[in-house]
């Protein structure tokens, strides 16, 4: 019989030799490693990894285990190469490779010089093009021919598209400087800045919307800076185009960066991302842009989708007090949950923006008390929540001393003790609007709950006052520490619960007078298996979350797809 790999047989697509195969493996972790691109070809003799169909799977599998890695690069933004002498490509169609620019989520970018024109551009070759999936084919194409129909000073124009040996690749304006995240690593704009640079963002994004162009992946590492401040928008892979015979989104899909995407985009319905989209995608930059911090950010993308869909962000000037209240006002009105809350067109933006910087009155009307009440409330509704239950139960009191008299001392106390709950809570959401200090202001406030809860019903104890019917307010504190989407918070609270309710057993031997001994213990049980059900959906909700970076087209920051 003939071996199978025997001389003079040709050897098809897929049927290498495996020990060939896993050499080839091998090299390619070694390239991943030392920080080459995952998307070059590693070769072997005549085999080549990228075109064995047996191991197509475990390649996608091994870049994306390196880019879910603990302290590899940071995804979702072109992260800068190192410049080379010797870069892996040499040369791709009629275009030089002279180094590597950066990479991302699906492309790599490199600078380039055309052999015949002698000019330099930046030439985009989507990753792994030998494995790319059909969609992030399309969607490189569909970049191109978005950018391409453009013409504007502020938006990066595309020259070429092609494909050269199973790369595809797009030639663009090359901007010798940084991204605006790059920049804002070097802390906020000022307030003139921040607005004039927004101002020409907006009005190079009126120009996309003109032409039927809805970005909808608008961030700051997506705008470039030349080194004299011009701002250029770039990449438009998830692009939206309004035509009759364009290609539609399905619905239920969610597209683009949760950090700075809309809540219909975050809700999954394509079908109301519309130009406003893209104002909201505008709001939250400038918001960064002023504060140095992202207005909605979780410390997993469905704990920022959350939020972008039920919270509000800070506002601007307690983060920074240098910001005037007309731009926190133009900011705000960018960021609202409803679009025809928004600004009607980013050209309406860019004027008001530009009105700022002229210092001329914007044209902003005013915001009702009710909506400035229902905005605070989805700001800060651990506050809100505290501040309410506080003031009801201290109204409760209040009332039956006037109803019933009681020793003013003791009512003093309790109404004192409500008093320092109520500014302790202030103090603690305060503090949790500085990101780095906010976990350590959770696990202080559930704390905090506990502890002036419990000697509350202490007092109450000594002063021969029942509090059977009050324990429940244990598991209440637990079920609002969920709400805060973390196992350990929970774990910590219902351990402080327990704790708290056992040093109350002990001292007040008196408490549930009349009841089996053994009803304290069965009560504290019931409190442990409560925070393990709490726990237990929290957990269930971040294996969700891991979905969603499964999900991602390489991206974890980006979603597209679920």
Known sequence: MEHENAPGKAVEAGDEPESSLFQLLDAHVEMLHTGQSGAATVSLGELTLERSARFRNLLSCLNDLERLAPGGPAVGVIQPAAPTTQPTLRRIGPYEILGEIGRGGMGVVYRARHTTLHCERALKVIRASDLATSEEVRRFQQEARAAAALSHPGIIRVYDVGEHDGLHYLTMDLVDGQNLAQRLRGGPLTPEQAALLMASVARAVQHLHSRNIVHRDLKPSNILLDPDGQAFISDFGLAKVFAADAE?????????????????????????????????????????????????????????????????????????????????????????????????????????????????????????????????????????????????????????????????????????????????????????????????????????????????????????????????????????????????????????????????RVRHPEMHAGLPEHFAWIAAGMLVVIGANLSYQVYRFKLLDRVYHRRTSGDPSRLSGL
Not at 280 to 298: D, K, N, R, V
Not at 386 to 413: D, G, K, T
Not at 415 to 437: D, T
Request: aromatic content about 10%; some cysteine.
């Open 248 to 504: 539609r989104t399905v619905s239920g899909t969610i597209i683009g960066t949760p950090d700075y995407m809309s809540p219909e985009q975050a809700a999954g319905h394509s079908a109301a991302t519309t130009t406003r989209s893209d104002v909201f995608s505008l709001g939250a930059i400038l918001y960064e842009m002023l504060t140095g911090q992202q207005p909605f950010h979780g410390e997993h993308p469905l704990d920022t989708l959350l939020h972008v869909l039920e919270g509000e962000p800070t506002l601007p000037r307690k983060l920074n007090r240098r910001i005037p209240s007309d731009l926190e006002q133009i900011c705000l009105r960018c960021l609202e949950k409803d679009p025809d809350r928004r600004y009607p067109t980013a050209a309406a933006l860019a004027d008001d923006l530009q009105r700022f910087a002229d210092q001329e009155p914007i044209a902003l009307p005013s915001v009702s008390f009710r909506h400035r009440l229902r905005r605070m409330i989805r700001r800060e509704p651990a506050l809100v929540s505290h501040l309410a239950a506080i003031s009801l139960a201290a109204l409760i009191v209040q009332v039956r001393a006037f109803v019933a008299p009681v020793e003013a001392r003791s009512h003093s106390i309790v109404m004192g003790i409500f008093a320092v709950w109520a500014l302790c809570s202030w103090g603690l959401q305060w503090w949790m609007r500085r990101e780095a200090f906010a976990d350590a202001a959770r696990f202080l406030w559930a704390a905090l709950d506990v502890v002036l809860y419990t000697a509350l019903l202490s007092l109450s104890e000594s002063w021969g006052w029942r509090t059977d019917l009050l324990v429940i307010g244990y598991p209440l504190m637990m079920s609002g520490a969920a709400l805060w989407f973390r196992v350990r918070l929970i774990w910590f609270m219902t351990a402080v619960s327990v704790i708290s309710y056992g040093v109350l």
